[in-house]
């Protein structure tokens, strides 16, 4: 118990509170801002992935609850990405321990910099498929969908190997691909069956840190206590703030952290940040604009999209 009243848990308590809150916000950015914040914390990255991953198996399993009676998600669709995630996932704590050898802990941070970086851009890629969807007219959604296995089941297997190992990527790459490969699924089936396949994904995953790296009482409490409150309250939040913005800050810190952890100096860091701040949204103008939407004007391009709930997607996609 001493070990959780410690002043390196309170600040783990903040941490988490404050990550939860921009995913219950955006429903984005978990595990891959939660493990490099707990790294720069000061916590090993073997402790960091293996208690971060237990951590997400008890918020998804309350999410994927809930989407349980409300979204709807596809058994099938969800059955056969669980097939193809859950094995590789439960080797990514054996994975890491055997490829790194003596210098673990360098592996996993140049991995989890890798990671960051594909998280990042799968983020990018999901806004724009996003506004794609807000901006091409009403698409009608199907209850039902064609599975198509094999390449589900890659995604899996992909999405469970890249968890496994650096506890980043169930958010991002398997939604991006989820609605890649079925476009015509509806918003609330796609979320619910991304959160349904997300918990044995995660489960099994834990269980292989657990296994090689145990857990660490003083870091995995605060992270439950801090972050089930904050994604409860970002999730209250959601209506009043513009997702958007945070889900681009989110890309711009995502792809900072990952440079810093793939070793690149401060001051190349920096120059890229100042870079990202000033023309990111010039090239996110540019993209709205491709679309036939005004550069910046949330409220004009609203008007020329009447349907209400197309007016709330495009303030998200925005």
Sequence with gaps: ????????????????????????????????LMTPALIFLGIPPTAAVANDLVAAAANKTVGAAVHWRHGKPNLRLAGFLIAGSVPFAAAGGFLVQYLGGESTEEFLLKAIGVALLFAAASYALRMYLQLRAVTSGNEARQEEVVVRAVPTLLVGAVGGLLVGITSVGSGSLIMVALLLLYPTLSALRLVGTDLLQAVPLVIAAAIGHVVVSGVDWGVLIPLILGGTPGTFLGARMASWVSQSVIRRGIVIVLSLTGLKMLGLSPEAVGIIGAGLLLLGPLAWGFVRQTRGLPAFDNNAAAWRLPDRHKDRALHDAD
Excluded: N, Q, R, Y
């Design 1 to 32: 118990m001493d070990d959780v009243l410690t002043t390196a848990a309170l600040a783990v308590l903040v941490v988490s509170f404050g990550v939860g809150i921009v995913v219950g916000l955006t429903g984005m950015g978990g595990g891959a």
